[in-house]
């Protein structure tokens, strides 16, 4: 099966929650330096739940395509769910068979969204590894 | 017999398509005389060097010696200036952490270019933190060399004590006017090392002719195995230098108190060294040596117009430097206008291309060019025009593929 599916492509040229949020809200930014890809994610969380998120991405269209997927299905999930998310459940939304070589593009928006989460709770970021 | 027959595995396939390996300015790959020479090696003579008496060793010592003379024939060197080490890298450590450390000091300058790979960035970096040194960087012209007014803006006006820069860009694929900038340094009495990873398979380096005072490249860029550097250095400077790792083979006598160092090389080559690849990496050498100069350059000059002609026909990419003809290796930079560099990778690999999207170890260089990432093509004597077709057919099917 192709990883370059219409859905992947669709997502890069028009990822859905694209753009910023308005105070208040809790941002972080990840970089993956080895590719160049960036984000930032901005979220409001209201109640235990994230409410709100929006993203801004400069990356290939795995990296791009698995945070807009995954901006859909965070919504109104609460903290707990968020953080217990790992590689294979973004592979699993993301629905097509990437490679491992790839974990990086697939990992981006997902450890922004948990590090977020965690510095806002006073908590150790995670990093890539954490996630695998 | 077709160039390619001689490395076994152009022959695989990767997911049914014939390889194509277009990522040579990574690491190339590797002939079977040195494959051979390899095992051989395991098979046949096995043992350390320079250490016991017998006749295994003997061998091994002949041969890892062997190479060594070849090695210093290869850059008309002296056999006690050529030092091995694991890899380019190491090579530029190695200076940066014995000369850098015994004879600059702060406030001197240290002149690199904006186009280095970060193995000769990084080491001198580390020189910043430690004794204060200052680095400058020369600029690249519109089409990617180096800026020679640049250069010699810099030499002429800041205190540069050393200069340390390559001979070819491995994004661009440029090859600076690299003898131009050694001789204005040399003028100026401005110690001088020159990084030609990417050059020494593909055109002869005669370190008497540049007067450079280090030289340094990988064998695995030239047909060779991984884990074998080499270190070209004047010998008076040699000699003067501290020796870098402490050790085994490096020393001449150990006292509870003090030590003396071994004479050249061996100074410079502590512990038990990467003998197997040392003895194989002859056979790339030779391999090099057996189908000329003339005719390397002959084919890479052929690939390298084609390449880049074939690349400027396409609309829907943007290209990074330019060919001037003569004066190019045959690498092409770019990025697709409507897909990332890793995509595209990513899906030509699916179609047994193999190429590089990144930012190919050049971060400051990215910075100036402004994108994240580029996809790179890099060929040599072994890849053909048809091959250059595939990559365009492929080319076009990704492009039409994230079209909207
Ligand atoms: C110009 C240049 N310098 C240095 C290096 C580093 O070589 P190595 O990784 O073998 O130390 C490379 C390899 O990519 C290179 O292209």
Redesign the interface.
Known sequence: MDIYAQNIIDHYHAPHNCGRLTEPKLSSSQVNISCGDKIVVDVKIEADKIKELKFEANGCAISVASMSLLSDYLLNKNKAEVLALKYQNILDILGVPVAERRYKCVLLGLLAVQNIILKAENQTERTWDDLM | MSINKKFPILHTKINGHDLVYFDNAATTQKPQVMIDALVEFYQKYNANVHRSLNPLADTATQKYEETRLVVADFLSAKKQEIIFTRNTTESINLVAKTFGRGFLKAGDVVLLSIAEHHSNIVPWLQLKEEIGIKLEYISLDKNGYLDFEAAKKILDNKKVKFLSIQAASNVFGSIHDYREILKLAKAKNIFTLLDVAQIAGHESINVQELACDFLVFSAHKVFGPTGVGVLYGRKDLLQMMPAFLGGGEMIDRVLKDNFTSAELPHKFEAGTPNIADVIAFKSSLDFIKNLTWDYIQKIEQELTDYLWQEMLKLDFIDIYGQNISGRHLPIISFNLKN?????VA??LGEQAIIVR???HCT?IL?ESLG???TVRVSLTIYNTKKEIDILIKNLKLIYN??K?
Request: charged share 15%.
């Open positions: 897909a990332h560099a890793h995509d990513e899906i999207a990144g930012q971060q990215h994108v994240p990432a593929k994230f909207v």
